[in-house]
Each structure stands twice: as structure tokens, then as C-alpha cells.
């Protein structure tokens, strides 16, 4: 199966899916970047019809100089930034150390490609003790969205650098590890903390892409859309992913950051 050819418009009469996306913010940009904004209701499609899509998917992804040049640039972008911004990472370790007692690396167990579990590095914005406060009742009625997903603003947990480092999403700087170890990619959708076993079937196509530090939902909504907002534009990226599309999300992320879009 050649690149271009949309996966979603393969077998509409045996698959029917509804091609209207619910995220008013994707039709925008839609419109303003000529993106194809295929959001499909795929919770409603019969299991044995979600596994033939996700072959498909995986056709689409696999096309060998497609997987090279992004290797490279995954590669290449990553040393770039580690060894460009080390003198800032150290000054950002001093700072946590600094600030509050504990590691200054955080380290977290996501879910990559195929369900493949991996420890995830950030630099560490919240106080030691933040996952024991995390279930009590006056934490858990602030979360903005629906669980197993987890967001609050104003978050009590974030210690002071670790505000800024959020708001700049310098926390993230360690990703680049990730990326350096072939876990992560530069684009791609966003590993999710919670495992598969908290995912609906048709959210296991997400999986069959390489996780990103960066993706569509980064640049539509970010940390204020619900999980299943975010499947469908990661689905969409996977049916559409090529190296324009993400210098394309690179460079619109580039910009969500500087505006501090959807960071808190």
C-alpha cells in the first residue's frame, strides 16, 4: 500500500464510518493548513473490523524511507537539543535540588508502541509526596477531565520552578532521552500514564505509532481535550503521518509553546 493512499476511505460501505469531526478547533485549522480531519466514531465499530483498520494502519506507517528520514530527524534533533541545552538542564537540576528535597529526574512507566511499556523522563515539577495526595477527595474533584485521564490547574502538588518549567514545557526537555533510546519520537502520539487495560478497543489503535514528545492534539487543545478527542486526531495522524506533515506539527508546536497554549 502506497503513503498516500487514506486508510479511511478503504472500505466505506463495509466500515461506514461517520466522517465528522467533533473538535471545532481541527476544523479551523483544517481549513488554514488544508489538513484532513478524519475523526471516525470507531467505538462503535465491531472488533474484528478495528483489527482489519489497525493492519491497514500499520501498512500505512511502515513505509521504509518514511521510517528512515524520521529516525534521522529523531535522531539528529535530539543531540541537537541535549547537547545545545545542557548548559540550561543543569541549571534547571540546580534549581529543583534546590527548591525541594527528592530526585530531580522523574521517572514514569508509559505506554508505547504495541502496549510495550517504558520509563519515561521529565525533569521533576511536583513535591515528593504528590502521588500520595494525588486520590484524596480535595484533589480528585479538581481533575478537569474524565478518569482515567488526570489535569488540574493551580495544581498544590507543583512546586514553584516546577510552574515555570511547565509553563515553558521545559520539564519535557529530558524526553529527548526517549527519542535518543528509539521509546520515543519527535511526533507522535503522547504516551499515556494510565495502561492499556484502561483503554477501549477502538483506543488501541493509537499504539500503532511510536509515542511522541509532540502530536495533532499537542497543537489542538493540548492538556483541554478528553482522552477520546485525543485518540481520534492521534488515528488521524497515523492514517495521514509523513515528514511534512510532521515538520508541520513541529513547527505549529513550537509556536503553542511560546504562547504557553494549554500549559498549566
Same mark, same amino acid.
Given at each position: ?10 472500505? +466505506?460501505?463495509?466500515? *461506514?464510518?461517520? !466522517? ?11 481549513? &488554514? *493548513? ?6 471516525? =466514531? !470507531? ?13 491497514? %494502519? ?36 540546580? %534549581? ?8 530531580? !529526574?522523574?521517572?514514569?512507566? &508509559? ?7 517504558? +520509563?519515561? @523522563?521529565?525533569?521533576? $515539577? ?20 474524565? /478518569? +482515567?485521564?488526570?489535569?488540574?490547574? =493551580?495544581?498544590?502538588?507543583? $512546586? ?14 529530558? =524526553?529527548?532521552? *526517549? ?6 519520537? !519527535?511526533?507522535? +502520539? ?8 484502561? @483503554?477501549?478497543? /477502538? ?12 502530536? %495533532?492534539?499537542?497543537? *489542538? ?8 478527542? &485525543? ?8 492514517? &495521514? ?24
Amino acid at each position: 500500500m502506497q503513503q498516500s493512499q487514506r486508510v479511511a476511505h478503504a472500505e +466505506p460501505e463495509e466500515i *461506514n464510518f461517520p !466522517l465528522t469531526m467533533t473538535i471545532p478547533s481541527v476544523h479551523r485549522e483544517r481549513k &488554514r *493548513n488544508h489538513m484532513s480531519a478524519t475523526a471516525m =466514531n !470507531l467505538a462503535t465499530v465491531d472488533i474484528a473490523v478495528l483489527n482489519r483498520y489497525a493492519e491497514e %494502519l500499520v501498512q500505512v506507517n511502515g513505509h521504509a524511507f518514511y521510517k528512515f528520514a524520521k529516525r534521522c530527524l529523531d535522531v539528529t534533533a535530539s543531540l541537537a537539543a541535549l547537547v545545545i541545552g545542557m548548559p540550561v538542564m543543569l541549571l534547571i537540576g540546580l %534549581l529543583i535540588k534546590h527548591e525541594s528535597p527528592g530526585p530531580v !529526574l522523574f521517572r514514569q512507566i &508509559r505506554l508505547g508502541k504495541d502496549g510495550t511499556k517504558f +520509563p519515561m @523522563y521529565k525533569f521533576r $515539577t511536583m513535591h515528593r509526596d504528590a502521588d500520595a495526595i494525588k486520590f484524596t477527595e480535595e484533589i480528585q474533584k479538581q481533575n478537569k477531565l474524565k /478518569w +482515567p485521564d488526570f489535569k488540574i490547574e =493551580n495544581d498544590p502538588r507543583v $512546586t514553584r520552578v516546577g510552574h515555570i518549567l511547565r509553563k515553558f514545557s521545559l520539564d519535557e526537555l529530558p =524526553n529527548f532521552i *526517549n527519542v535518543l533510546r528509539g521509546e520515543m519520537s !519527535l511526533v507522535g +502520539p503522547r504516551p499515556t500514564s494510565f495502561h492499556e487495560d484502561k @483503554y477501549d478497543e /477502538w483506543h488501541k489503535l493509537r499504539l500503532k505509532a511510536i509515542p511522541g514528545i509532540t502530536g %495533532l492534539h499537542q497543537v *489542538n487543545g493540548r492538556s483541554d481535550l478528553e482522552f477520546d478527542e &485525543r485518540v481520534r486526531l492521534d488515528i488521524d495522524y497515523i492514517n &495521514r503521518q509523513s515528514l511534512g506533515l510532521d515538520l508541520r506539527i513541529l513547527l505549529r508546536t513550537a509556536v503553542a509553546v511560546s504562547r504557553r497554549s494549554g500549559a498549566y
